[in-house]
Each structure stands twice: as structure tokens, then as C-alpha cells.
């Protein structure tokens, strides 16, 4: 018997993570989307999303259509009526992984890794002096901060029907 078992490495972790936090997948991630469909418009499950693989109601495949990734619509050229089955791709583009998500990754893994006893320090005390720190700008600070930023600029994905 064969299996193959694959651990998630720390950075496999930490970037799920953040797709849970910010609510936007940030890696191409194959998605399946099965539905009665009764209209010209498709609402895609998952985005934003990079690719449709195959779209078909009532197993006709559908070739004509406007995609609006970013939305997570599917324009259809016609009315359908039928079971819709979407196979298609989503997640965050590759510049947009190599502009907001590496770098917040990097900082998440330093600061996980970081055992020095200043790390969430708030006040450092010697004798009768003591010093308070500013936790605000703090790596953990600037690193919810940016997790903040980045929910914020992909909750625009949200849609309201």
C-alpha cells in the first residue's frame, strides 16, 4: 500500500492563516461550483478567481461569456435554465501574492521565531528606572496592521445580493 504523506511546511500554515483572516484565498486553488441556474449572470463562489476551466449547464458547455474576476461574476450571452457546473480557479494573481502576502509571511515567521525577551515587552524595569515602550509599533502591531490593511483591501471582493 502506497501513501503519500505530506506535511504543510510553516509557511503553508501561516498562509492559510492569513486566507482565513482576509477571506480571500491567496494561493490558485481549484474550486467546483454545482446549481440549479436560472438566469444570465453566474456568481462565482470563490473570488476573486484567474481562470474558468469549464463552465456547462445541463452538461452543454458554454463558451461565450464576459468574466468579471474580481466581482466573481460570469456574463452570460444568452438566459439559461438548467444544472450549472463551474470548474474554476481562485485566488489572489501572482503579483498581487508577491506584493502583499510574501512579505507579511516573512514578518509573520520572523516575529513566530523570535524568542528574545524584549518580543512583546510593553516596559523594561532596572532598579527604580523603567521604561515603557511603545507596543504600537511593535512588529506584532505592524503585522496585524497589515493583516487589517490587506482584509480591508480584499473585503472590496465582498458582494452584497
Do not use: H
Amino acid at each position: 500500500m502506497d501513501t503519500e504523506i505530506t506535511e504543510e511546511t510553516p509557511i503553508d500554515l501561516i498562509e492559510k492563516k492569513i486566507s482565513a483572516y482576509i477571506g480571500v484565498p491567496v494561493k490558485s486553488t481549484d474550486c467546483s461550483q454545482f446549481e440549479r441556474f436560472d438566469g444570465e449572470t453566474v456568481f462565482v463562489e470563490t473570488f476573486p478567481f484567474t481562470e474558468v476551466k469549464c463552465l456547462t449547464i445541463d452538461n452543454k458547455e458554454i463558451t461565450d461569456y464576459i468574466i468579471d474576476n474580481k466581482a466573481g461574476l460570469i456574463y452570460l450571452n444568452q438566459y439559461y435554465q438548467g444544472f450549472l457546473k463551474l470548474d474554476y480557479v481562485a485566488g489572489l494573481t501572482e503579483d498581487e501574492y508577491s506584493l502583499y502576502i510574501e512579505p507579511l509571511v516573512k514578518d509573520i515567521l520572523e516575529y513566530e521565531n523570535d524568542s528574545g525577551w524584549t518580543k512583546n515587552a510593553s516596559s523594561i524595569k532596572e532598579g527604580d528606572v523603567q521604561i515603557n515602550l511603545d507596543t504600537s509599533i511593535g512588529k506584532g502591531a505592524l503585522i496585524q496592521k497589515n493583516l487589517d490593511d490587506l482584509k480591508n483591501r480584499f473585503n472590496t471582493y465582498m458582494r452584497m445580493i
